[in-house]
């Protein structure tokens, strides 16, 4: 598995279709991704590759609330419990750091078991 960067138009797309498989009820759109970036350009992405396929993203961003960031990692539901989530979160907390939070948020479906368990895991 690989977590890279997504800073290309190219990266933003395929992160945008992977967090839409995800969140297919809440779907966003590369326009929102790019006018996100125009708004807060700290803001970081990543996408997680499995088999040169993509499973998985993550997004770190800037807290409204000094101190604090923002994470929203997201895998698609068939890589689930392979590390993928793991990975986006590991590779995150770099940003974190440097954006000098100490608290992290996220927010994930309650209705969703699997990203529960997940979240309890990691706190």
């Given at each position: 598995m690989i977590?890279?960067?997504?800073?290309t138009d190219d990266d933003l797309e395929l992160w945008t279709r992977v967090r839409?498989?995800?969140?297919?009820?809440?779907?966003?759109?590369i326009e929102d991704v790019r006018n996100g970036l125009?708004?807060?350009?700290?803001?970081?992405?990543?996408?997680?590759?499995?088999?040169?396929?993509?499973?998985?993203c993550a997004?770190?961003?800037?807290?409204?609330?000094q101190g604090r960031a923002f994470l929203l990692?997201?895998?698609?539901?068939e890589a689930r419990g392979r590390g993928?989530?793991?990975a986006l979160v590991q590779a995150a907390l770099e940003t974190i750091r440097e954006l000098g939070c100490d608290v992290v948020r996220s927010h994930l479906d309650g209705g969703d078991l699997d990203a529960m368990r997940f979240a309890a895991r990691h706190g």
């Amino acid at each position: 598995m690989i977590v890279r960067p997504a800073v290309t138009d190219d990266d933003l797309e395929l992160w945008t279709r992977v967090r839409n498989l995800v969140e297919a009820d809440h779907p966003t759109t590369i326009e929102d991704v790019r006018n996100g970036l125009k708004h807060q350009p700290e803001t970081r992405h990543w996408i997680a590759e499995d088999g040169g396929e993509a499973v998985g993203c993550a997004l770190v961003a800037r807290s409204s609330v000094q101190g604090r960031a923002f994470l929203l990692p997201r895998v698609v539901r068939e890589a689930r419990g392979r590390g993928v989530g793991t990975a986006l979160v590991q590779a995150a907390l770099e940003t974190i750091r440097e954006l000098g939070c100490d608290v992290v948020r996220s927010h994930l479906d309650g209705g969703d078991l699997d990203a529960m368990r997940f979240a309890a895991r990691h706190g």
